[in-house]
């Protein structure tokens, strides 16, 4: 049998019980405190050292404490403001004022003491006037900084480099000696303002002039559900980033830009490593043969196409995750995007050719029994599967023959890997298709069909999360594309949302990525991204970049410089300098190196 004692404090007979017990607070107390040297305090082998701001300059046209946060030094800071009675103040103004205006009718000669004088007069009037007529409030504000170091050299060095940042800022420091535990303990998240320190670094300031006084001048993303980005090169801070939280951001789209070698590739790969974890389904398209050995790591399937290749898509399989459960319109959705991918074979359509196209394309799909009923879609109660569908060479025989003689490589000549029946049937978390073999003329057409194929996989299940990843995507939505393709990209950017999906655009290419119909579908695929990343890029890609993002001058001076692996980032409505940050096994799996 147990007994449960009920204690209560303050009971003298109880009191030696409870002085035995481990609280927390004896938990987070430090080993020692050796406060015997007036210049600094030692805590646990650290050494602390701290400084009274004891006056401003009477103006001051930026963050007051703008420079000694980028210095990326050890400190503390904290800052206390008090609000005054603002009739009580108004009246010792009045006051004030009245009794200065006789000294200065008395000073006479003495011309330094006029000028003081004169100072205060005038500050005196203005901080009156702002407090009757703009309805200002007055503050005391208090200023602490502890700077802290492993050995009393670098504490020092500190304390100098910190000291000499604010006088050139206009800044006056005073060195707390004898005086450094009130300081410390100021500046701990206790919301003390010790009464010994206090006085001395008291300062008014009206509400308008506070905003001077904000420390956090450097943006900073944590998203707690976020992956790790890499560090804020301003103040280290880590940058974590959940592109997912619909809270926060209005999709989870992405556009990467950079120089070749910038960055941006290892980046990309990066994030395809560290959402694979989270256990994201991702589809990249890789025209340049960059990813393949970080899928065969990740243990993803990596799809071929190309003259050597024994896997096929073919580009008129009709899927029936291509339209959702409340949906119909099998065959007039599929034409659709049938006629933008033949518009990147016969280019320059005229109406009435494309007419004729559109009949060959019907006819095809009825000889196989699929009409314009969703109903003719199904077989024995089943979706009908790739075996069921025409391929390309059916099509072509219901084509004209100057039709015919631009299908005629895709049917029986060098591409001919277009005409094939659907081989893969994929349910990996992580597909890759390769292309590299396509050779650059003929790259966009394999980028349709997998994109195709790829959005109808999104569409399957919308409380999956996944990502398409678009490498070179200036080839669809720039000038050797069309509209129907670009419509198409930008469809997918639009509502990838909905189906809990992102769409991440990446491409070196900036001008070529806004040539097309002026620029519509590139602005449209960068308006539709919460997250844009720009590594190094040349003077003309800034150029074009700045007619369509809010770039500061600062910002473009800084994108012509950045080093391989820096970037700035515009994270929903924070723009931020950003170091990407990986691990050494990391570098390992995606076979690359990042400085």
């Known amino acids: ?15 030696s019980y409870l002085g035995g017990i481990f609280t927390k607070k004896d938990y987070l107390s430090p080993s020692y405190i050796n406060l015997s040297n007036p210049k600094f305090i030692e805590i646990d082998g650290m050494y602390y050292s701290g400084l009274l701001i004891v006056n401003y300059l009477r103006e001051q046209d930026d963050l007051i404490l703008k420079s000694i946060i980028d210095s990326n030094t050890n400190i503390y800071i904290s800052m206390f403001y008090e609000k005054q009675d603002t009739y009580k103040v108004i009246k010792d103004l009045t006051y004030n004022i009245g009794n200065v205006k006789v000294d200065l009718e008395k000073i006479g000669e003495n011309r330094q003491d006029s000028e003081i004088a004169a100072f205060t007069y005038n500050d005196a009037k203005y901080i009156r006037r702002e407090m009757q007529i703009n309805n200002e409030e007055l503050y005391f504000l208090y200023t602490y900084i502890m700077t802290f170091a492993e050995n009393t050299k670098e504490l020092e060095y500190n304390l100098n480099k910190i000291e000499g940042l604010l006088r050139s800022r206009g800044i006056l420091p005073k060195k707390a000696y004898f005086r450094q535990e009130q300081t410390y303990l100021s500046c701990l998240p206790l919301m003390q303002n010790n009464s010994d320190v206090k006085e001395i670094t008291k300062r008014n300031i009206l509400t308008n002039s506070l905003v001077a006084t904000y420390p956090f001048i450097s943006s900073a993303i944590f998203d707690e559900t976020g992956i790790f980005i890499g560090e804020n090169i301003y103040n280290n801070s880590l940058i974590f980033i959940d592109k997912f939280d619909t809270n926060k951001y209005k999709n989870a789209n992405m556009c990467i830009f950079g120089t070749s070698g910038a960055g941006k590739s290892f980046f ?31 243990g993803g399937t990596v799809i071929k196409l190309g003259p050597s290749s024994n896997t096929y898509i073919n580009v008129l399989d009709i899927r029936k995750e291509s339209l959702e459960d409340e949906q119909s319109g099998y065959l007039s959705t599929k034409i659709g995007k049938l006629i933008g991918f033949f518009k990147l074979i016969f280019e320059n359509l005229k109406e009435e050719e494309k007419t004729i196209l559109e009949k060959a394309i019907i006819k095809t799909y009825n000889q196989k029994g699929i009409t314009f009923s969703d109903k003719s879609l199904y077989k024995n109660g089943k979706f009908k599967t790739s075996e069921d569908m025409p391929i390309l060479e059916d099509l072509y025989k219901n084509l004209d023959k100057n039709m015919q003689i631009k299908l005629f490589p895709f049917v029986k000549g060098s591409l001919s890997y277009f005409n094939k029946k659907t081989n893969v049937k994929l349910e990996n978390k992580l597909i890759i298709a390769d292309i590299y073999e396509l050779g650059e003329d003929n790259l966009k057409y394999a980028m349709y069909v997998f994109i195709e194929y790829y959005w109808d996989k999104v569409k399957k299940d919308r409380k999956v999360k996944k990502a398409i990843y678009l490498d070179e995507i200036w080839r669809l939505i720039g000038v050797t594309s069309n509209k129907e393709v670009a419509s198409f990209i930008y469809k997918i950017f639009k509502t990838i949302r909905k189906y809990g999906g992102s769409g991440i655009a990446i491409t070196q290419d900036v001008s070529d990525l806004f040539s097309l119909d002026g620029g519509t579908y590139g602005k449209s695929i960068l308006n539709n991204s919460s997250i844009k990343v720009f590594f190094n890029l040349e003077e003309e890609n800034i150029k074009v970049l700045e007619k369509y993002t809010d770039l500061s001058n600062k910002e473009k001076v800084e994108i012509k410089s950045f080093k391989r692996g820096e970037c700035l980032m515009f994270v929903g409505q924070e723009h931020i300098l950003t170091k990407i940050k990986s691990a050494d096994f990391e570098k390992e799996i995606i076979g690359g190196n990042q400085n």
Do not use: C, W
Not at 276 to 281: N, Q
């Open 268 to 298: 990309t790969k990066l994030m395809i490593l560290r959402y694979a974890l989270f256990g994201l389904e991702q589809y990249v398209i890789d025209p340049d043969r960059e990813y393949t050995n970080l899928g065969k790591s990740l």
């Open 1 to 15: 049998m147990q007994t449960k004692l009920k204690f209560k404090r303050g009971d003298a007979h109880i009191n």
